[in-house]
């Protein structure tokens, strides 16, 4: 692979750092890739560098697992593995967990799967059985995975079991976090571990609980009365956690050797490492840096990826109309799941069309000049849905001379064919 992300820990992770410099930023990567079509892709190696170390940094010492979904990109998933500190993937899916199982040896899949095929060839293929973890919080996915194929008939099952980490305030707030595990007390997780642990066909190795209400939630990206319940929010929610996770720890660790213990997100992983509990942190956002993850004070990642469309057409002198563009983002509906543009500065979308299907107009002075044929690029509100979007991200990387070029293509996972999600 001729694009590598180990040389950097020779060198200060803050040394180069062309990204706070937007104009020489965005326009270097312009005259790299003047001769690839659009949509293209590009990963800034400088850029994902720096991530990657300061992800590192602020994980503290504790291993991290790579949350795959938030890359979708196999070749910086094995080369992020190859540094000191990054350790195994939260995969999303089962079937991605047993594409990548031919190569990685630790895959937890991080989100319960009913998907009956995927179980059956992870249950009959011993070394995938060896390597991938499946996530439970319910009794219900241990009879789903004994109906697809019993414990006499199959391999032995890799449990790790979810605990929820929401925050349930008294307040107006109510719950605040993600809903996915039913599994809230010590006593319901200790119920689901045991059941584990006294099944045939299953061993239990790990425990994961993620709060996204600290992770996955920027803290200045609002108004400022939005900003300060945030703050409020994360101050009382993490002590509770901290406190729930330790005791349900410490009573799961009394039926199982568990191997690890997962948690934290992009985030968080400064307040996660400090949690004694937790053996590993788990992050993926913060290597590409969707636009979303801009709003922390906590830490500032560089944009390390961005797509770029071409100007098709000039419908009015300020308005230029580039292909694609309507990239947008899951989650509740709102201008902040729209793509970015970037470069050039002081372009925005038209309301009424905003990022379009096939066509985006966009309006503004910095249109003006624009001719068909130029370049727009944009920024992601995510980090991994990108890659969907894409059949792969061109790797730029300065040479000798700093001047940066294309050293590699980097497919997507929809480049090689897969769609999991
Ligand atoms: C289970 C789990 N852990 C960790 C994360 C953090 O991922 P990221 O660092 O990409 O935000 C997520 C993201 O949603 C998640 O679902």
């Not at 965005?26 to 079509?37: C, E, K, R, V, Y």
């Not at 080369?79 to 990685?104: K, P």
């Not at 009913?114 to 219900?140: E, H, Q, Y």
């Not at 948690?263 to 509990?277: I, K, P, R």
């Amino acid at each position: 692979m001729a694009y590598s992300l180990g040389p950097i820990e020779a060198r200060a992770s803050t040394e180069r750092a062309p990204w706070r410099d937007p104009l020489s930023y965005w326009g270097s990567i312009d005259a790299a890739t003047a001769d690839l079509d659009a949509p293209v892709g590009v990963l800034h190696a400088d850029a994902v560098r720096f991530n990657a170390h300061d992800l590192l940094r602020r994980a503290a010492g504790k291993p991290v697992r790579i949350a795959s979904k938030s890359l979708r990109v196999r070749s910086v998933i094995e080369a992020l593995l190859e540094l000191d500190g990054f350790s195994g993937v939260l995969a999303y899916t089962l079937a991605e967990a047993l594409w990548l199982a031919d190569t990685i040896d630790d895959v937890v899949v991080g989100y319960p799967s009913a998907d009956r095929g995927a179980i059956a060839r992870l249950v009959t293929a011993p070394l995938a059985a060896a390597r991938v973890t499946l996530m439970i919080d319910s009794i219900d996915h241990l009879d789903l995975i004994d109906a697809v194929r019993p414990p006499a008939e199959r391999e032995t099952v890799r449990i790790c079991v979810e605990l929820d980490a929401s925050w349930r305030s008294r307040g107006p707030l109510g719950t605040v976090g993600v809903h996915r595990s039913p599994l809230h007390s010590v006593d319901d997780i200790e119920r689901v571990a045991r059941a584990v642990v006294e099944r045939p066909g299953f061993v239990l190795v790990g425990i994961m609980s993620y709060e996204a209400q600290i992770a996955g939630v920027a803290d200045t990206a609002g108004r400022r009365a939005y900003n300060a319940s945030v703050a409020y929010m994360q101050r009382h929610s993490m002590p509770e956690l901290v406190e729930r996770r330790g005791l349900a720890v410490e009573r799961v660790r009394r039926l199982a050797d568990l191997e690890f213990v997962n948690g934290g997100g992009t985030g968080s992983l400064e307040q996660t490492t400090q949690d004694d509990s937790v053996t590993e942190l788990a992050a993926g956002s913060g290597i590409f840096a969707g636009r979303l993850f801009d709003g922390y004070s906590r830490f500032s990642p560089a944009p390390a990826a961005a797509f770029g469309l071409t100007v098709a057409r000039r419908p009015e002198p300020a308005v230029a109309t580039v292909l694609g563009g309507g990239f947008v983002a899951s989650g509740p509906p709102g201008l902040d799941r729209l793509p970015t543009p970037v470069s050039p500065a002081g372009l925005r979308f038209i309301p009424r069309e905003s990022a379009g299907e096939v066509q985006t107009p966009l309006a503004g002075a910095a249109a003006r000049p624009l001719r068909i044929g130029d370049r727009v690029w944009f920024r992601h509100a995510k980090s991994g849905e990108l890659s969907e979007r894409l059949d792969g991200f061109a790797v730029l990387d300065a040479d000798a001379s700093g001047i940066l070029r294309v050293v590699d293509d980097a497919p997507t996972y929809r480049g090689e064919g897969r769609t999991f999600v």
